[in-house]
């Protein structure tokens, strides 16, 4: 079964520091793993994407890091702001198998980051 | 914002309403999902629509009904609703669902609460 488990569930932070978010999957075939940010009230956002091939992403502070041997992904926030405080979900896609013509999207249950001042 | 919009933000039903939740997308984008997000829980993938089509119902009970009457309008219709079906609905789009390498662009969400 494919899943996707990120840790840790929560986390508090001051502002200023870093931080890095886990994620583990069992997907497979797998194509492609995204990181989304999700600010309350709002709809997630991609942050980064990255293939079977790519190893780092930067996007800003973020950076996420991709271990397909290991299947573990790492989300590292640095000099974190107060806008960073949000929901992180980690997202990995399968490859489409033969005769569909596209993968499946397994979700994390998210990290959710708090940053006080 | 995203380009896609999500109408209404909050709903608050009783067990026997019917209501229909909106969401509109600008993006020009060909493939259209519901989600649903409850609390500490992964997102659930409810339907898809790709060039109008239904192409994915992830098992979802029959009192959730999508239309979807063209590529930028998809329709989320409720009857007779459970307490535990309460949660945030998102809507997302993306360019097709031909690959996963297509980002999806959610909308804000409907924030549901079934009494």
């Known amino acids: 079964k494919n899943q996707v488990e990120q840790s840790p569930q929560s986390l508090i932070i001051l502002e200023g520091k870093n931080c890095t978010l886990q994620?583990?999957?069992?997907?497979?075939?797998?194509?492609?793993l995204r990181w989304y940010k999700q600010d309350t009230g709002r709809g997630p956002v991609s942050l980064t994407i990255m293939t079977f091939s790519e190893n780092t992403k930067s996007n800003g502070r973020y950076t996420a890091t991709l271990d397909a041997d290991t299947k573990q992904s790492s989300l590292h926030i640095t000099a974190s702001q107060l806008s960073d405080s949000a929901s992180y979900i980690c997202v990995v896609s399968n490859k489409a198998p033969g005769g569909t013509s596209y993968g499946k999207l397994t979700f994390g249950q998210g990290t959710i980051l708090t940053v006080h001042p | 914002e995203t380009g896609v919009t999500q109408t209404p933000r909050h709903l608050v039903m009783g067990m026997t309403n019917k209501k229909s939740l909106k969401c509109e997308q600008h993006l020009g984008h060909n493939a259209m999902y519901w989600y649903k997000q409850s609390a500490k829980k992964p997102l659930e993938l409810m339907f898809v629509?790709?060039?109008?089509?239904?192409?994915e119902n992830n098992s979802v009970p029959s009192r959730f009904s999508p239309e979807c009457p063209n590529s930028s309008h998809l329709f989320l219709h409720l009857h007779t609703l459970q307490p535990e079906d309460s949660a945030l609905y998102l809507c997302?789009?993306?360019?097709?669902?031909?690959?996963?390498?297509?980002?999806?662009?959610f909308g804000p969400g409907t924030r549901l609460t079934v009494l």
């Open positions: 997302a789009s993306s360019q097709d669902q031909l690959s996963s390498y297509n980002e999806q662009f």
């Open positions: 629509y790709n060039f109008k089509e239904q192409t």
């Open positions: 994620c583990n999957y069992t997907v497979s075939p797998f194509s492609n």
